[in-house]
């Protein structure tokens, strides 16, 4: 997988397992089944995969959550760490 990075733009919980858009899309390289390590500083949160894609923008479903990490945004997304 290509190294891409991101930052998180918006994040919806009110869908389980939770819902996270990202500043990056086609434009960038990123298709359907990407995955994204998401983090803040030093402090790691979660991975997400991405369901849908426009030219500039992803929304991923989170598939991963480190225990008591809420992923919000402005958070860093990468698909390699």
């Known amino acids: 997988m ?3 990075e991101a930052q998180v733009v918006k ?8 819902l996270v858009a990202l500043n ?9 089944g990407h995955t994204f390590e998401i983090y803040s500083g030093t402090e790691y949160k979660g991975q997400v995969k991405v369901e849908t894609v426009t030219d500039d ?6 598939v991963l959550a480190k225990d008591g990490a809420k992923m919000n945004a402005g958070d860093r997304a990468s698909t390699r760490l």
Do not use: M
């Not at 990056?24 to 359907?32: F, Q």
């Open 2 to 4: 290509p190294l891409i």
């Open 11 to 18: 994040v919806d919980y009110s869908l389980k397992p939770g």
């Open 24 to 32: 990056v899309g086609k434009n960038a390289g990123v298709t359907r």
């Open 57 to 62: 923008t992803c929304a991923a479903l989170v």
